[in-house]
């Protein structure tokens, strides 16, 4: 081979949102591109064992959960033993049809679609291990690793599948169980916590932090604790588990270092996520993962080895599908010199639990260690006649603004439809308005929006 061709300009590894994105955004830069996936089907763990089954289960737990609210109009109960089947049933469906959707967005951008598993040779060749046996390799360019990630397994948890459970696994289970522990706080335990305790399940939560989601906001947390708990959950901060086994009989026996025992019919473990790299033979590229299993980049999301870039979950929190988004257009980007404006920094971020929580920009807590005295704005969805219509009264929008109260730095929101309302307030953010922009504008009436003038209004009253 003529030194300086390759096969391709750019080769993605993994389908995932991080890895399709990647590759899209090459190959409408006009490069030669192919996207590699040892699954049959596209997507990664995000759309097949994660973020849509996921979803589908929380659009049927919502359901079970307004009709337990509305007992005036109808006497609804889940049988015994309903089947999870019947709470996913348009799983596969929709599965499906992602699949079809991507795969003609792939086909239609000319990008080579490659099912194999793979490894590198050295950082420009990588030797492709096809579902037939049969070997090959490739050569390009630039590399860019979206292979997303898979479940951590404690030692002293012992993940069978069948009683204990990952969060690949845990939409595997027969039967809707009575009870379930869920082990970790992050964002994927409060999402099926929540999940299950507005199916009825009896949950316990259990981790080592004070509480849940420690990146957001404290105000959220709270809102979110307190709805949790509201449903009938447990949750059980600043708890070390020591020990989880099977009875034998019918009972997961979660046992705490100081001394709380929980016991569940079911138990799911959901302590963090691994870079999904051991089979890359990185170091064959001059790469390794950093003390915490992940892939180390820079600010443009190069890796220590200049044509080799990373994003999605190798990289590590926030560890989220739209940001994974971003990141994997970004990689595109500045591997391939194409220039990118700052506001793709600001990355919103959703957690679809019951309730819901959304949030851009900074968190007050971040927002006072860089300014100082910042001015707070908040509205409770009690406040406005659609959260009272739609029974969304527990929820809250906030806003953080600067000393002065003028620029945005944050807006905070918890409850049904926060992943939604929250995209007014970035682009507000992306378009750097100023926090009148809320009392200016005219919304829809009733809608969830007016909180943001009501939180604007609270933040020029404090106006210095």
Known sequence: MIKGTFDYDV??????????????QAAKAGQRVAIIEQDSLFGGACVHRGTIPSKTLRENALRVKNMRQNVALVDFKLGEDTEMATLVDRLDEVLKAHDGFMRQQIDRNKIERIHGRVSFVDNQTLLINRVGGETSEITSNKVIIATGSYPRHPDNIPVDHEHIFDSDSILSMLYLPSSLTVLGGGVIASEYASIFQALGVKVTMIDRYPTPLGFLDSDMTDRFVQEFEAMGGTWLGNQK????HWNGVSEVITECEDGTIVRSQKLLCAAGRLANVKDLQLQNAGLTVNERGLISVDEQLCSVVSNIYAAGDVIGPPSLASASMEQGRRASCNALGIKIGDSSQLIPAGIYGVPELSSVGLTEQQAREQYGDVIVGK???SEVARGQISGNTGGMLKIVSDPQGDAILGVMLVGES???VVHIGHMAMLCHAKVDIFIESTFNFPTLAE???IAALEIVAKRP
Request: aromatic content about 8%; cysteine-free; glycine content about 12%.
């Open 11 to 24: 080769a993605v590894i993994g389908s995932g949102p991080a890895g399709q994105k990647a590759a899209v």
């Open 241 to 244: 588990v020591q020990k989880v």
């Open 379 to 381: 509205a409770n969805f």
């Open 418 to 420: 926060s992943t939604e």
């Open 451 to 453: 909180a943001y003038r």
